[in-house]
């Protein structure tokens, strides 16, 4: 299954879809990123499943995203 990387404005944005991905029982965790393409504070959710949905799901409940990008 392919893993996705949803860059956040902050690590509390992080935390708060991390938790609303986790309720709808989607496996999601928090990393922290480093390197040349970092946004924001550097935190970022790790989530596997139906991108299109989490999207929706994190846009509707406040979450602000800077970027998604796959990880293989």
Do not use: P, W
Not at 4 to 11: D, F, H, K, L, R
């Amino acid at each position: 299954m392919k893993r996705y990387v949803i860059a956040t404005g902050t690590v509390t944005y992080a935390i708060k879809g991390r938790d609303l991905l986790r309720k709808k029982r989607y496996k999601a965790k928090i990393e922290r990123k480093s390197g040349e393409k970092v946004h924001g504070c550097g935190y970022a959710i790790i989530f596997e499943g139906d991108i299109q949905a989490a999207e929706s799901l994190l846009r509707q409940n406040g979450v602000k995203i800077l970027e998604i990008s796959e990880e293989y």
